[in-house]
């Protein structure tokens, strides 16, 4: 009893630390999803001042190419005009005198719109210069906010593994329990239903060890964890090989979290529902296949070589709470099985990546 009370504490505990971890990580989210808003502001500004900064340059450009032909168009006028003082006056002397006033005035003009350009060009300079430094604080603002999210984005991913690695010792603790438990039992049906459950755990446990040796916890290489849940099976259910033998055959997939532990206790289950209930004492193998289906999805396969079911037993109905737990979690990843009887018993479960 003393035991009991000891695990139902250790789950409570588990329960208030997963609690207090997802209220942290919503407090991340919200913190990260501002960051993203503050970026796309930045990068906005950022645009719309490249945008000034071209236009600017543009405007700059054709100001120094209207300079230059002013000058160039002073420089002839200066000339002709050096030219019309050397020739010999003739009896159109006033005439010409008339067109050297206007040539001067039009030099005038000239002289003053050099000016304008020059003025206008150290007006350019000094929005050049303003533009560039608001684009550094700009750039400084962006950086700061990337780092911002980058350290928000470790710290949420250093307390995802926190958890797993949380979970992975609590339920290795739970499981120790049971294990106390099983050996102290008297009644054989004790001894099994607490083996069971210790096999249901690890089913779970293995998992989160994944996620926390990986550094990862978007996905489980599902076809590596078959081997390591199989193997686990196999030592328990006592399976050597010989008399009783358990295959496994996977294709390489990755699957997310949330369908990785549904998945693992359906494995769990349907193996040892086989080793269980299908050879009846004598010799016999299991197969478990996991592979990619024709429509996308994938399907997993437990298949045995037993007596088979009885012809009239409808499983989506037994009453054992092993099939009740394999039809929950089908049903939690919308998934469906189908159960064949030739040659043994097949049961496959296939549904959708999402």
């Avoid at 002397?93 to 003025?119: F, H, M, P, R």
Wanted: proline residues 2%; negative net charge.
């Amino acid at each position: 009893m003393a035991g009991l009370q000891q695990q139902s504490e250790e789950l409570v505990e588990l329960r208030l630390r997963l609690a207090t971890v997802d209220q942290e990580n919503e407090q991340l989210q919200i913190a990260l999803e501002d960051v993203t808003r503050r970026l796309d502001a930045i990068a906005e500004e950022s645009s719309a001042l490249q945008a000034e900064r071209r236009d600017l340059i543009a405007d700059n450009a054709h100001l120094r190419h209207l300079l230059a032909q002013s000058q160039a168009r002073f420089l002839e006028a200066q000339v002709s005009a050096g030219r019309d003082s050397q020739r010999p006056r003739t009896g159109l002397e006033g005439e010409i005198s008339i067109l050297n006033e206007e040539l001067q005035v039009s030099l005038e003009e000239l002289q003053v719109t050099a000016e304008e350009l020059e003025n206008a060009n150290a007006a350019l300079r000094v929005a050049n210069e303003t533009l560039e430094r608001q684009v550094a604080e700009r750039t400084a603002n962006l950086d700061l906010a990337v780092a911002e999210r980058d350290a928000l984005i470790g710290r949420k991913d250093l307390l995802i593994r926190e958890v797993d690695h949380r979970v992975k010792n609590s339920l290795q603790m739970v499981m120790s329990l049971l294990r106390i438990q099983a050996r102290s039992a008297a009644d054989a049906a004790t001894r099994q239903a607490l083996q069971t459950a210790v096999m249901r755990i690890q089913a779970i446990a293995q998992v989160h060890s994944m996620l926390h040796a990986r550094n990862s916890a978007e996905g489980v290489a599902f076809h590596e964890y078959l081997d390591e849940i199989c193997t686990f099976l196999g030592e328990t259910l006592g399976v050597d090989g010989r008399r009783r033998r358990l295959e496994v055959e996977a294709d390489a997939i990755e699957v997310p979290t949330d369908l990785a532990i549904p998945l693992a206790l359906v494995t769990a289950e349907l193996v040892t529902n086989a080793f269980r209930h299908a050879f009846g004492g004598e010799t016999g193998s299991v197969r478990v296949c996991f592979r990619r289906s024709a429509g996308g999805g994938v399907e997993l396969m437990v298949a045995d070589d037993g007596c088979g079911l009885p012809a009239d037993f409808d499983w989506s109905h037994g009453k054992g709470l092993g099939l009740q737990v394999v039809k929950a979690m089908a049903e939690q990843v919308g998934g469906r099985v189908d159960v064949a009887r030739q040659d043994g018993t097949r049961f496959i479960l296939k549904l959708p990546l999402p």
